[in-house]
């Protein structure tokens, strides 16, 4: 630990240097920034990752401690979509996005107390392993495509909006194109992932969320202090111009409280509960016990930080109407949200804008270190199964890595894809791309949990992994005319999950032995 206090004493440092000078950052310095934070994370990777074989690449030889991956977490379930996107919402959605995070707390007990307790009992490396025990190979590859799918879509989308930010204000004012750094982030994490994989991962994300978090609290704390007011007489003023409005009671809307606390839910259970990426990181811990502690420990920390970041976006909106600001807006004249937080930020000082790079590309790095761990150790152990093959360590080690690099490659393409695409808030992207890709994840788990007496026909599983998305999609489309002005928001997952279950089970047959 003692590397990584070190250097983080030094960014520190350079962060009171900043303040203390005050004026506006030149593009120089965030990159000198941004290059400066890169090298502390190699530091760290090279000490976690010495004498690392395979079984800490995939598992992390199950010895982390769970706090450090229960603090590590925090980083990870953030991104930069929410370090960038939660704050600006505030403008448009006020605090409604708490319900949706009061509901990950009722999906973190899910996970705690009924799919950890499985995947410990079964070993699992890749959770989707599971699925081959309860219905067959097909099944297994096809909860192993979705998770395959969603994350590539999910996290690409996350990453995509920290390399935005940067080409913005760095890189576009020296004319480089947008793919030139997106080049350079996936190269450095495909380096820094190469050989430690998750082991690496689980302390590198430590020390990204220590300056997420750290950027929020300086900007805020920045704002407090030119403003000259407490935090309470900030929020006391937020509140009396509506922007911290927490439950929509229109059940039309659809944010409507109610939808949000179930969407929650069921988002936590999919998105971390049956995903590869986020459970790896639970399953590297030495025990059941400490994996469960883990998790209870991260959905309280989470509540806390996401109030924090909606604090932040009332605060960076109360500095714009009392100063003058003015909110970054598209060619139509419309206020985006993601950019509300970055424009104030760079307009304060450069000591917010120090802060705020460096949040951004901890909370970018922790999204995609892991995902891109997870996306190859899941090809790895679901498509080319090294588990059930006689290989020796050298031959997996040198098909890991290649993998390793052909993930990192469609990782960029999927990143570059979504820039002409980049027109609304990125968090209700990453959710709308979430209820139809984690759907049919979560109906299958579902069924095979539950739905012991019987089993679910292995070859029309992928057929209905399918199909459902696709009627739930045009549920969403159609839902006001069909449902009395009804419309669906983030709990599309829910219907999604539910009609693959019924699907599989019109296609399933009673079962003859008890399963596992």
Known sequence: MFFLIRGANYLLLFLFLCHKKGNIMSSTIILFVFVLYTLLLFLVSHFTSRKSDNAAFFRGNRNSPWFVVAYGMIGASLSGVTFMSVPGGVYTGQFTYMPLVLGYVLGYAVIALVLLPLYYRLNLTSIYTYLNMRFGPRSEKTGAAFFILSRLLGSALRMYLVVFVLYEFVFKDWGVPFWVPAVIFIAIILLYTFKGGIKTVVWTDTLQTTFLLLAAFMTAWYILSNLDISLGDLMKSASEKGYTKMFETDWTHNKFWLKQLLAGMFITITMTGLDQDMMQKNLTCKNLRDAQKNV??????????????????????????????????????????????????????????????????????????????ALTTTFCFDFMHFDKKALTEAQITKRRKWIHVAFAMLYLLVIIAFRPFHNESLIDKVFDIAGFTYGPLLGLYSFGLFVKSRRANDKAVPFVAVASPIVSFLLKQYSRELFFGYQFGFEILIINGLLTFLALLAFSRKEKTATK
Do not use: H, M, R, W
Not at 312 to 324: D, E, F, R, V
Not at 351 to 357: A, H, K, N, Q
């Open 296 to 373: 209870v420990t991260s959905s309280l920390l989470f509540v806390i930080v996401n109030a924090l970041f909606l604090c932040l976006g009332a605060a960076l909106i109360c500095y714009a109407q009392a100063t003058g600001f003015q909110l970054p807006v598209n060619e139509a004249g419309v206020v985006v949200n993601d950019k509300i937080f970055p424009s104030v930020a760079f307009s304060l000082s450069k000591f917010t804008s120090v802060v705020f790079v460096i949040g951004l590309v901890a909370a970018g790095y922790s999204s995609a270190d892991g995902t891109l761990t």
